[in-house]
């Protein structure tokens, strides 16, 4: 298992950035691969994957924070840094993390995560 702490939330305007952090801790830490991304989700809405990133650095973004959102990841840190952020980006922000056997992250939005943080709230005001 993996444990998950997000920080960096709050409350800007539109237009406005926010830059938000996971830290993780694994209980196993010789294997195997953690793969990593962001989701959200907002009131009376079903969860989406906003941003996961690949081995090789590269990212998968959800169409729409395309342009806007940047992952990345520093050893056991994954970072969102959010611009130009939307009212309709306001919304619960969770990290997640699976384990991959393959070594290999693919950036996939649509798998399952096994592991998940608590979730750090965004809010922007119109």
């Known amino acids: 298992q993996a444990q998950l702490t997000e920080s960096g939330g709050g409350t800007v305007q539109a237009g406005g950035s926010l830059e938000l952090s996971c830290i993780a801790s694994?209980?196993?830490?010789?294997?195997?691969?953690?793969?990593m991304a962001w989701f959200r989700q907002a009131p009376g809405k079903e969860r989406e994957g906003v941003a996961a990133?690949?081995?090789?650095?590269s990212a998968n973004y959800a169409d729409s924070v395309k342009g806007r959102f940047t992952i990345s990841q520093a050893k056991d840190t994954l970072t969102l840094q959010m611009n130009n952020l939307r009212p309709a980006d306001t919304a619960m922000y969770y990290c997640?993390?699976?384990?991959?056997?393959?070594?290999?992250?693919?950036?996939?939005?649509?798998?399952?995560?096994?592991?998940w943080g608590q979730g750090t709230q965004v809010t922007v005001s119109s």
């Open positions: 694994y209980d196993d830490w010789a294997s195997p691969t953690w793969c």
């Open positions: 997640a993390a699976y384990e991959d056997y393959g070594d290999y992250c693919a950036g996939d939005l649509a798998r399952e995560y096994t592991s």
């Open positions: 990133i690949r081995t090789d650095n």
